[in-house]
């Protein structure tokens, strides 16, 4: 019997958990004023507001925030930074993540940074977020994530999407920087 190398098992087992998840994230192109050294500037060991649409679960926002918020921690690569709904003083007020949660009308991920009520569906039923991450009314990143079957705030895919969501709307960089071709 022949044995798997060590990395072809991690990669085949990791696969295979991936494949269980009914969770996923699809990231727009940053726009071309996003850059790393502005997430630095917005964010680096700083409160970073986060603004909330929606609740699927029907708690109370406070309980909600503090079902999302843990999975949203840690996830800005290479900037320690404290995602909160409530920032203090260090929070620099041109920026925001905003996470909307089962939007009841078709509307652009750009459009979450504006200060607009956002009209939200009851909760109950699949989940569709869309985020971004906004400077001064405009979105730098986006991200849209659903997932089909949520199992409640503490189900693992659920804070799985808010960890993805975190993460896509912070992209270590924009991909037509590696490019290098006129048709990217």
């Known amino acids: 019997m022949r044995m798997l190398p060590p990395l072809a098992a991690l990669l085949l087992g990791a696969s295979v958990l991936a494949a269980c998840t009914n969770e996923r994230v699809v990231a727009s192109e940053p726009t071309p004023a996003y850059t ?21 679960f029907g708690l109370t926002p406070d309980r909600f925030a503090d079902k999302v918020l843990p999975h949203m921690q840690d996830r800005v690569f290479g900037v320690r930074t404290n995602l909160t709904t409530t920032p203090n003083d260090t929070a620099r007020r041109d920026y925001k993540v905003v996470l909307a949660f089962n939007i009841s009308e078709n509307m652009l991920n750009s459009a979450l940074c504006t200060e607009g009520p956002i009209p939200t569906a009851p909760p109950g039923g699949p989940i569709i977020v869309q985020g971004a991450f906004c400077r001064s009314g405009g979105a730098l990143t986006s991200a849209t994530g659903w997932l089909d079957r949520p199992q409640g705030p503490d189900d693992p895919d659920f804070r799985s999407l808010i960890s993805d969501m975190t993460f896509s709307l912070f992209p270590s960089q924009r991909s037509d920087l590696l490019c290098g071709r006129p048709d990217c």
């Open 36 to 56: 790393r050294s502005e997430v630095a500037y917005a964010a680096s060991d700083r409160d970073l507001r986060v603004v909330l649409h929606g609740n699927p």
